[in-house]
């Protein structure tokens, strides 16, 4: 793929020069949102890097709204516009329909100004689309879509087709067409107070913003208001860990005791393995097994921040890992955590392109190797051990369907219980969590 240079133009806005640049690379190089973003705006001062990531991450979520709309007000397929023209006009769409900011002169001048400097030509097609934008205006283009079907609800909400016919036939079509909508909307940002360091209380006191507290998750603190959490002395002393509620709940049901000898495979990057080193007061020990080196690398600097000396990293294939193993130790754990790779559909509001990533192929490849790592994690439990399955993702194959074989063919394990999260009624991420015990 070629490169995507930064617009020249000095009178285009600094954020939509850059969220520009951010969509040619997401949707013609590849390129992930967050490092194209991290790359494209180190240089933009705060205000504009906000307005920027906004920019490009809602247009980057609300392209299959965005491509709709622009075919319906071009009369020709998206598909078979120049690329830099199409970018353009998601940019300025986007703007137009999502925001309530800058004048509509303004958003329509600048997209045609980047338009003219990286097409090969068209910008005309772009004034005219996003002029007649202005004219019929977001409530008329927005309120005429529709989502009493799948195929309806995957333009209104900007999901490929196959994601909204999987929650249509697995959540029904009413919490289909919520989750669909949350997805798009901010995500909850919550830190977990490191109990070896602090409580949620006096991390709160600390914190410079709003929070509101979790009944059910004593160490869990949840942001009112935009905080820069990793500029601050609170996260470089270890009092905190950024995760969501949902990822705090796995740890809980594991329940880890201090002593206890506990298993974490495919542990990177680390929030729920030093959560359980919390849970148990850093006595006893965690054994996180992670395949990749450098995110074992980063793993055991996370455990060195947040002070949890009972974690040992071992570099190692969670799918083979209890072949490996066995024989070194033949007590078993007394607790496996099996958090494995997973197609994240849990997590779309805080990864802007993952929905157009993945694939149905991908997932069915995943649920092979999710199978056989949790059965390498039950193979390390002792007898009368607890047994937890997790993923961040609302797919059937990857989570239910995948249970219910595994108990199936492992007789002696029996379901203790089933947590699924989901964003539209938890307002955190989608995380599916069981818990078993081997008898």
């Not at 930064?6 to 020069?17: D, I, K, L, Q």
């Not at 769409?93 to 925001?99: A, C, N």
Request: overall charge negative.
């Amino acid at each position: 793929m070629p490169n995507v240079p930064s617009p020249p133009t000095a009178s285009v806005a600094p954020a939509r020069r850059c969220a520009y640049t951010v969509l040619r690379r997401v949707f013609e190089q590849g390129a992930y949102a967050d490092r194209a973003l991290t790359a494209e705006a180190a240089q933009l001062e705060p205000r504009d890097r906000a307005l920027a990531m906004r920019l490009a991450y809602g247009a980057v979520q609300r392209r299959g709204t965005l491509d709709h709309l622009i075919e319906e007000l071009s009369e020709r397929p998206a598909a078979a516009l120049d690329p830099p023209l199409l970018a353009a006009l998601r940019l300025g769409l986007y703007e137009l329909l999502y925001t309530r900011g800058a004048p509509d002169y303004a958003v329509v001048a600048d997209a045609v100004e980047l338009a003219k400097a990286h097409g090969r030509a068209g910008h005309g097609l772009v004034n005219a689309v996003l002029r007649r934008a202005t004219r019929e205006g977001p409530d008329s283009l927005l309120d005429g879509l529709t989502d009493d079907t799948p195929e309806s609800a995957a333009i209104k909400h900007s999901h490929p087709e196959w994601i909204a016919r999987l929650w249509w036939e697995a959540l029904g079509p009413e919490q289909a067409r919520a989750l669909m909508a949350c997805d798009n909307e901010p995500l909850e940002v919550a830190l977990r107070a490191n109990t070896l360091v602090t409580d949620a209380a006096a991390l709160a006191g600390e914190l410079p913003v709003r929070t509101h507290f979790d009944p059910d998750i004593p160490e869990a603190v949840v942001l009112d208001e935009p905080f820069d959490a990793h500029s601050s002395t609170a996260w470089r002393r270890g009092a905190f860990h950024a995760q969501s509620r949902a990822a705090m709940r796995v740890a809980r049901e594991l329940a880890p005791a201090a002593g206890e000898r506990v298993l974490d495979l495919c542990a990177a990057p680390g929030g729920k393995t030093t959560h359980l080193a919390a849970l148990m007061h850093d006595r006893g020990e965690v054994l996180a097994v992670e395949r990749d080196k450098r995110r074992a690398g980063s793993l055991v600097r996370t455990a060195q921040r947040l002070h949890a000396s009972s974690v040992r990293v071992e570099v190692a294939d969670a799918e083979h890992w209890t072949e490996a193993a066995r024989g070194a130790d033949a007590r078993g754990f007394d607790r496996v955590l099996v958090d494995p790779p997973c197609s994240g559909l849990g997590t779309l509001q805080a990864r802007a392109d993952l929905r157009w990533r993945v694939t149905p192929d991908a997932i069915a490849n995943m649920a092979g190797t999710q199978a056989r790592i949790l059965a390498a994690g039950a193979g390390a439990l002792r007898p009368g051990g607890l047994l937890v399955y997790s993923t961040c993702t609302i797919s059937p194959i990857e989570n239910e369907l995948l249970i219910a074989a595994f108990l199936d063919s492992h007789a002696s394990f029996a379901l203790e219980d089933v947590v699924l999260t989901l964003p539209h009624r938890d307002h955190t991420a989608g995380f599916y969590i069981a818990r078993m015990r081997r008898s």
